[in-house]
């Protein structure tokens, strides 16, 4: 059983950043492919960030040049940092873990607003 605990939301201004963060449990974390997806009000979880074992990530269209992703294996924890913000990018974001099961945080409300 893993489990991850997300923090680094809250409330920001458009234009503002925010840098989310998501703790890991166990041993495995290394090996792990890390995801981080939002979900807003009445809509799908949709996936936003990804980054492999190896380091390679991959972003939504929406995000690309805005969010990075990134994880510090030392630390089993993985970070999205998001400049630019919109106030489309209000959503609750969760991370998600994918070893030898797939694991979900509890979720971290952004809110984009002015």
């Known amino acids: 059983q893993v489990q991850l605990v997300e923090s680094g939301g809250g409330l920001v201004q458009p234009g503002g950043s925010l840098r989310l963060s998501c703790a890991a449990s166990?041993?495995?974390?290394?090996?792990?492919?890390m995801d981080w997806y939002r979900q807003a009000p009445g809509n799908q979880r949709d996936l936003v960030a990804r980054?492999?074992?190896?380091?390679?990530?991959n972003y939504a269209d929406s995000v690309k040049g805005r969010f990075t992703i990134s994880r510090d294996n030392t630390k089993n924890t993985v970070y999205l940092q998001m400049n630019s913000l919109e106030p489309e990018d209000t959503a609750v974001y969760y991370c998600?873990?994918?070893?030898?099961?797939?694991?979900w945080g509890q979720g971290t409300q952004v809110t984009v607003s002015s």
């Open positions: 980054i492999t074992s190896g380091g390679t990530t």
């Open positions: 166990g041993s495995r974390f290394s090996r792990a492919v």
């Open positions: 998600r873990y994918s070893d030898y099961g797939i694991y």
